[in-house]
T-cell receptor, first 112, second 114 residues
Framework: EDQVTQSPEALRLQEGESSSLNCSYT??????LFWYRQDPGKGPEFLFT???AGEEKEKERLKATLTKKESFLHITAPKPEDSATYLC?????????????FGKGTMLLVSP | NAGVTQTPKFRVLKTGQSMTLLCAQD?????MYWYRQDPGMGLRLIHY???????AKGEVPDGYNVSRLKKQNFLLGLESAAPSQTSVYFC?????????????FGQGTRLTVV
């Protein structure tokens, strides 16, 4: 059974205080790892897909990295508008590469 | 470009009532999904479809049925609603196989069963 664990569950940062969110996974045959952002009352919004260990992707203050066991979402000099819940998901051979299995998310709050 | 649209956005049902949630996508995606999101549980897959006329069970399918008669639409039905089905429901779609397999989500339907 595919498992995705995100840590911490919640994170409070001051504006400009850089940090990282962790997503560890146990799957058979990873095809892709996905990061989403979810604002309160909204649906998840796609951020990144990572396909192989060593791959990195960046978007504004966010950078996602992938190893064979985990992924990190690095947030550099965050702003209050970065406050949201960040979700990690995997797509693996167990589902015939058809579905995404999600972690429970990390709730990020950035204070001015 | 509307993306993924869910109808309705809010609904209150009495125990035992039935209802259908509608999901429509305009991106010509092959794959469509229904998830539910509950506090502390994350997103859990209810049913999904890998093409028109096909459906498959996800992690938590009991009490729900689905249909995909048209490629752009994916319906989620509750035949006899129970309080345990109080949740926020999200529909998503994706290209499926090949590149660009990320899923795009609708805005959600908040369902309360009393």
């Amino acid at each position: 059974e595919d498992q995705v664990t995100q840590s911490p569950e919640a994170l409070r940062l001051q504006e400009g205080e850089s940090s990282s969110l962790n997503c560890s996974y146990t799957v058979s045959g990873l095809r892709g790892l996905f990061w989403y952002r979810q604002d309160p009352g909204k649906g998840p919004e796609f951020l990144f897909t990572l396909y192989s260990a060593g791959e990195e992707k960046e978007k504004e203050r966010l950078k996602a990295t992938l190893t064979k066991k985990e992924s990190f979402l690095h947030i550099t000099a965050p702003k209050p508008e970065d406050s949201a819940t960040y979700l990690c998901a995997v797509q693996a051979i167990s589902s015939g590469y058809s579905t995404l299995t999600f972690g429970k998310g990390t709730m990020l709050l950035v204070s001015p | 470009n509307a993306g993924v649209t869910q109808t309705p956005k809010f609904r209150v049902l009495k125990t035992g009532q039935s209802m259908t949630l509608l999901c429509a996508q305009d991106m010509n995606h092959e794959y469509m999904y229904w998830y539910r999101q509950d506090p502390g549980m994350g997103l859990r897959l209810i049913h999904y479809s890998v093409g028109e006329g096909t459906t498959a069970k996800g992690e938590v399918p009991d009490g729900y049925n689905v249909s995909r008669l048209k490629k752009q639409n994916f319906l989620l039905g509750l035949e006899s609603a129970a309080p345990s089905q109080t949740s926020v429901y999200f529909c998503a779609s994706s290209h499926g196989q090949g590149t660009n397999t990320e899923a795009f989500f609708g805005q959600g339907t908040r369902l309360t069963v009393v």
